[in-house]
């Protein structure tokens, strides 16, 4: 079983849809949580970084983390057809070393 | 601007030949580390420098050698060992004040010909 669980969809959505992006994690000690955002034959952007528990807002994008269920969520609203890409979630414990999901291929239809 | 810069984006690879692709970031981050991604996979870990002239292997080191001789570059070489080495190679360098957040290249594009 990998550390970071996700879904690698496609997930398909209509423009202007509220998005869900999600990933499960295994290891408790996990305390730091990242979603990045990575477009075709590009390297991946930092979206979103939340220590801990708790939401986290930056514009038309909100991360989630629950750590008493182990759940990451990425939340995406009024979705645009520039946010299709991949989103790759990542996790670390107080050493530092990232755990990546797989990440989920996100098609916004015009 | 800050950031980090790899060479070249596109290179092709003879049967038996060594490669070495060049990463240089301006950040001055301590950590540097150098990603594989096949095409629609995640990313696995090659090597990693968290200092100068110290690296550990990562979790598919065997085929790839790495340097790191000053702070601001950490270049990888693709063996004629690596049987499969045609893929997306990204480094990411990072910083510790933020839970280790990093930050990527834009990439260089292998190909075995």
């Known amino acids: 079983q990998k550390e970071v669980e996700q879904d690698p969809g496609p997930l398909s959505v209509p423009e202007g849809a509220i998005v869900s992006l999600n990933c499960t994690y295994s290891?408790?000690?996990?305390?730091?949580f990242m979603w990045y955002r990575q477009y075709s034959r590009k390297g991946p952007e930092l979206l979103m970084y939340t220590y801990s528990s708790g939401n986290k807002e930056d514009g038309r994008f909100t991360a989630q983390v629950d750590k008493s269920s182990k759940y990451i969520s990425l939340f995406i609203r009024d979705s645009q057809p520039s946010d299709s890409a991949t989103y790759l979630c990542a996790s670390s414990d107080s050493n530092y070393q990232l755990i990546w999901g797989a990440g989920t291929k996100l098609i916004i239809k015009p | 601007d800050g950031g980090i810069t790899q060479s070249p984006k596109y290179l092709f690879r003879k049967e038996g030949q060594n490669v070495t692709l060049s990463c240089e970031q301006n950040?001055?981050?301590?950590?540097m580390y150098w990603y594989r991604q096949d095409p629609g996979q995640g990313l696995r870990l090659i090597y990693y420098s968290q200092i100068v002239n110290d690296f550990q292997k990562g979790d598919i080191a065997e085929g790839y050698s790495v340097s790191r001789e000053k702070k601001e570059s950490f270049p990888l070489t693709v063996t004629s060992a690596q049987k499969n080495p045609t893929a997306f190679y990204l480094c990411?360098?990072?910083?510790?004040?933020?839970?280790?957040?990093?930050?990527f290249g834009e990439g260089s594009w292998l190909t075995v010909v």
């Open positions: 950040l001055n981050h301590d950590a």
């Open positions: 990411a360098s990072s910083t510790y004040s933020s839970g280790n957040t990093i930050y």
């Open positions: 290891n408790s000690a996990f305390q730091y």
